[in-house]
């Protein structure tokens, strides 16, 4: 089972499009959803009979993550709805083009705080409660199931790119990269992996399959602590992965 955040995104459109066949999904979104057959939605195939609401395989739930209450009842849903979480995808993010410089006074602070909150506070949130409700006290049967959290972060956390505008979403992507180091650390005493996705832009750069990709690679894996990086303008569209410090 995969709780996914930014659901209704292009990668999250990607993921439930790709591996609903493969997941259960509960899908978190602010306002767009994903275009599968959901709760609200079901389709005919003439081939087949109707697919009735309950057997999507895609549950959808609107929340602002931002909201700690939100985060509260999104995690009260998955556990309630599904009984687990084996996968946890954090993808739900706030990226703001600020198109003048990091001195313009209170309004490039404002836009700081609102990537901060979105890219960094709420995915450790998220993380934490579900830790707290439902993993800490199931190392062996978290350990058996192979639980994880991708966090998805991007090659803006590590590269300063020749524009200006992207200051506060750089630093919060730096942060989220920082921040899953210390998850890993501290989550894997219950048997819960941590691991980040860090894409160059897509699908201008690199596709948004080849991203989602990545974290069922991670998610079918055993590693922790690690970032894999998709970036078509070094490594020709493949996915690598490196070790923190190596």
Request: aromatic share 8%; proline share 4%.
């Amino acid at each position: 089972m995969c709780l996914l955040t930014g659901a209704g995104g292009l990668l999250g459109n990607e993921f439930c499009s790709t591996y609903a066949g493969e997941y259960d999904i509960l899908a978190v979104c602010k306002s767009r959803v994903p275009g599968v057959p959901s709760q609200y939605e079901s389709y005919v195939d003439p081939l087949e009979p109707e697919v009735p609401y309950a057997a999507a395989s895609v549950y959808i739930v609107y929340a602002d993550l931002c909201d700690v209450h939100d985060i509260q009842r999104v995690v009260d849903v998955a556990l309630a709805r599904y009984g687990r979480v084996d996968l946890l995808v954090n993808n739900a993010a706030y990226m703001d083009g600020y198109p003048n410089t990091m001195i313009d006074g209170d309004t490039a602070m404002v836009n700081l705080v609102q990537h901060m909150q979105t890219n960094v506070i709420a995915p450790l949130r998220l993380s934490v409660q579900l830790a707290q409700q439902f993993w800490a006290r199931r190392a062996a049967e978290n350990r058996a199931a192979n639980r994880n959290i991708v966090n998805i972060s991007s090659t803006s956390g590590s590269t300063v790119y020749p524009f200006q505008g992207q200051a506060g979403y750089a630093a919060s992507k730096a942060a989220l990269d920082a921040l899953s180091g210390h998850m890993a650390a501290e989550f894997d005493s219950f048997g819960v992996r941590v691991n980040v996705v860090a894409p160059n832009s897509f699908p201008s750069i690199v596709s948004t399959e080849s991203v989602a990709k990545a974290i069922v690679q991670l998610d079918r894996g055993t590693v922790t602590g690690t970032t894999v990086t998709v970036d078509a303008q070094t490594l020709g569209g493949r996915v690598t992965s490196y070790q923190p410090g190596e």
